[in-house]
Each structure stands twice: as structure tokens, then as C-alpha cells.
């Protein structure tokens, strides 16, 4: 099993970044993070994040990548909570059914969300292998939950992208795919999968992660591309009416890289942050990218 660098991996930020959050009631759109840290390394295995979850003091992160490792790192922050760089801890597989490492097609991480007492529940995108599943804590084998009937004829590339759990426990599965110009935002609990609401598509931009915020409010991250260059939109769904949007970022093409990870957290001025992450497809062309946004409150 490859281990990461040891040494502590200081990120670059990107010129021009800082900007300044207009007030909450002008519900202006976002069209910049505050930061956007670049994160490397030697290791062959490196790359291809397409989630990711903060602990609570936004100190520390759990990455899942789409070739089924999860990675724990240490986040370095300043005085004033701005991102500077990144300590890996360590890197491990995932682990399928009958404990063994998630491999090949199978290891098709897309979504992930962790519960407070250490569970994880993981979504993968693939055909017939789209699928939820639960581990008792990030090393232990997975539990497969029952599967909805759509999710045999998802397509083998737009499965279920963005996962996300509720304080309730309740599980909400997002594909990346449409059914009939609508996105089926799909909701676990009694033991089975509904259609909790339909999120039209909007702009050409697709769901590629999902996270509750502390608030108790659903916040999606969106996708679009275009030749080489992507777009990403942060939008709140609220439990009133989770088919509705409300826009709280969209940045321009090349922007950003292909960001498809989403973690909602606090800091302790009581600024609500979305840190995204991007899959690099282990491409040399792009480039793993940690973003944070400062966004209003609802």
C-alpha cells in the first residue's frame, strides 16, 4: 500500500482569489472563493478526490478518491482561518463487502458523507454497479444498502455523483444524470429509496457532490464544462422544498478545476464556509484544487 510524503505540503494560492462577501440580503452570486490552495505530491497513487469532509474545527479532512483510497490529512490554517497548506496523515483503501480493498470499476467513489459517531456512507457511479454503501467507520468492510430500481439503467459514467445525510440519518443520493430534464433527489430511510423531489436542470451545470451545512440546509455543488475548462455553482436546498434552488455561487470557466467535492462547516466567528475539491483525473493538465467560500446565511 503506498504511503504519502511525510513532510508537510505546503499549497500555492492562486493570484487574485481574495474577494469580498457582499451582505447576506443582497443575495449577490459568488463568483470567486476567498481562496483556492493547490495540492501535490509525488506519490503514483495521488489525485482523483471526488469527496471530501471537514471535521468540525475545519482542522482536519477525510478525501475519498474515484480509485477507492481514502486519504486523512491535517489542514494548516492562520491566524485569521485561511488555508496554507496541508499535512497528509495517512492513505488507505476502501473497503468492499467481504473486507478486501474496493478495486478497478467497483472502486467508482463519487459521494461521501460521515456521521458524527465515525459512520460513512459512500456512493458509486457506474451502470449496474451504482450503489450506497454504509461502513461502521472508514476501514471497516461495507454494508450495501437496497438499491432504487432507476439506478440499473444509469449510465455508466452519470451515476450516483452527489450523497449527503441528514441529522436525522436520512440519506440523499443525487445522479448526474437526468430523467426527463429533472434530477431525482433520492431519499433513504424505513429501509427504502423514494424520490423525495425533482431538481430541474438548469444551465447546463450537473450535481457532482452534496453536503447538510449546520444549518440543516442541503448544499449542492454543481458541474459544467466546456473544451477543457469547467464552471462550479453552489446552490442551498431547503427541506420546505428541496427542488428549489438558491444560488449562492457560480464561477466563470477556468475559474476552477473540476471541482466535485463539497464539505459545509462553521468557523468559530459563526461564518458558514463550502470547501470543494477537485478531481484531477490523475491528468498532468489539471491539478488537484481546495477552494473555500464564505457564504450567507439562510
Known amino acids: 500500500m503506498p504511503s504519502l510524503p511525510s513532510r508537510r505540503l505546503f499549497l500555492t494560492l492562486t493570484g487574485g482569489a481574495a474577494i469580498g462577501l457582499l451582505a447576506p440580503a443582497a443575495r449577490a452570486v459568488v463568483e470567486r472563493p476567498t481562496s483556492v490552495l493547490v495540492w501535490s505530491s509525488d506519490d503514483a497513487g495521488f489525485g482523483g478526490f471526488s469527496a471530501i469532509e471537514l471535521s468540525s474545527d475545519r482542522r482536519r479532512a477525510l478525501a475519498i478518491s474515484d480509485r477507492g483510497y481514502v486519504v486523512r490529512a491535517q489542514l494548516i490554517r492562520d491566524a ?5 497548506g496541508i499535512e497528509p496523515i495517512e492513505r488507505f483503501p476502501l473497503q468492499d463487502r467481504n ?11 463519487e459521494g ?18 451504482a450503489r450506497v454503501m454504509r461502513h461502521a467507520n472508514d476501514r471497516a468492510p461495507a454494508q450495501a444498502l437496497p438499491q ?17 445525510v441528514d441529522a436525522d440519518g436520512s440519506i440523499f443520493a443525487i445522479p448526474e444524470n437526468t430523467r426527463d430534464g429533472f434530477f431525482p433527489i433520492y431519499r433513504y430511510n424505513d429501509r427504502a429509496w423514494t424520490i ?5 436542470s438548469l444551465d447546463g451545470f450537473e450535481p457532482v457532490g452534496a453536503d447538510f451545512g449546520p444549518d440543516g440546509n442541503l448544499y449542492l455543488l454543481e458541474r459544467k464544462f466546456r473544451l477543457a475548462f469547467f464552471a462550479t455553482r ?6 420546505q422544498d428541496w427542488g428549489s434552488r438558491e444560488i449562492l455561487v457560480e464561477t466563470s470557466y477556468g475559474v ?3 471541482h466535485e467535492g463539497i464539505s459545509m462547516t462553521r468557523d468559530g ?3 458558514l464556509w463550502a470547501t470543494t475539491i477537485s478531481d484531477d483525473n490523475q491528468n498532468r493538465f489539471q491539478r488537484t484544487e481546495i477552494a473555500e467560500f464564505p457564504l450567507p446565511d439562510a
Open 80 to 84: 485569521s482561518g485561511r488555508l496554507t
Open 269 to 271: 466567528a459563526g461564518q
Open 256 to 258: 476552477l478545476d473540476n
Open 99 to 109: 473486507g478486501s480493498a474496493v478495486r478497478g470499476g467497483r472502486a467508482d467513489v
Open 234 to 239: 453552489i446552490s442551498r436546498l431547503r427541506s
Open 148 to 164: 432504487h430500481p432507476d439506478w440499473d439503467s444509469s449510465p455508466n459514467n452519470r451515476g450516483l455523483e452527489a450523497l449527503a
Open 196 to 200: 423525495a423531489a425533482r431538481l430541474q
Open 112 to 129: 461521501m458523507d460521515q456521521r458524527p459517531d465515525g459512520t460513512l456512507f459512500v456512493s458509486f457511479e457506474g451502470g449496474r454497479r
